[in-house]
């Protein structure tokens, strides 16, 4: 079980890494029609068809059938922290767009970079609270426990291409599917550089905390044998 603490410090980091997200997506990768994958990548590309809609209301709708899906497999806790991180993001994302003017559109590669940055500590710092933000995230994880050794981060790469491909195909520019694939590939370094670290940090504090027990024990048994 959780405590009242635990439960709000979690919402908190969600909702920070959600601030993250909603930043690089709404300020460097669609102001520069990056589809670097995933559900915010699609939202782009229909945008693009449908221009009197914002990306953010499109994300939430195109969520809500795999929200279903994720608390059917992945329960209640899942469950309601993906529901609040993908409310959030799609509202900053909204927000974004109609009061926050994107700094730097016109350089890709700047935006390529900055997006992938933004996003991918936003995403790590969620992932790590046992969420997602929807979309394709839950089709990750739903692979990831049929095959827990994949890393995350590659996971989203094979998941993510074929939204980078379809972003060429629409916008008929090479040059998008290039910096659509090079925030992608930014985007999988910087999940899993941030993953790994928080997996080593965890285990050394159990490795810390099992020599601590350790250490205690052996000197309660001296004081007994004494």
């Known amino acids: 079980m959780f405590g009242r603490m635990d439960v709000l410090k979690r919402y908190i980091v969600i909702t920070f890494g959600c601030t993250l997200y909603a ?3 709404a300020l460097f990768l669609e102001p520069a029609h990056l589809a670097a994958g995933g559900i ?3 939202a782009v590309i229909v945008t693009h068809f449908l221009e009197s809609v914002d990306s953010g209301t499109v994300i939430f709708l195109l969520n809500l059938p795999l929200l279903i899906a994720g608390s059917i497999v992945f329960g ?5 922290g993906t529901v609040w991180a993908t409310a959030v993001s799609s509202a900053m994302i909204s ?3 109609h009061f ?5 559109a016109d350089d890709r590669y700047f935006c390529a970079v900055m997006g992938a940055l933004f996003t991918g500590i936003g995403m790590g ?3 790590r609270c046992h969420a997602t933000t929807g979309g394709t995230d839950i089709v990750v994880h739903l692979i990831q426990r049929k095959i827990p050794d994949m890393k995350t981060g590659y996971i989203f790469l094979f998941v993510d291409s074929s939204v980078v491909l379809a972003a060429g195909v629409v916008f008929r520019d090479i040059s998008t599917t290039f910096y659509s694939g090079l925030s992608l590939a930014a985007n999988t370094l910087v999940l899993n550089l941030l993953l790994g670290i928080a997996l080593h940090l965890r285990r050394g504090g159990e490795l810390l905390h099992g020599r601590i027990q350790h250490h205690a024990h052996g000197r ?5 044998n004494t």
């Open 220 to 224: 309660r048994r001296n004081q007994i």
């Open 95 to 97: 927000f974004a767009e």
């Open 125 to 127: 710092m969620i992932f």
């Open 76 to 80: 209640g806790h899942f469950f309601f």
């Open 100 to 104: 926050v003017y994107p700094p730097a």
């Open 40 to 42: 915010s990548g699609i």
């Open 23 to 25: 930043a690089g997506f």
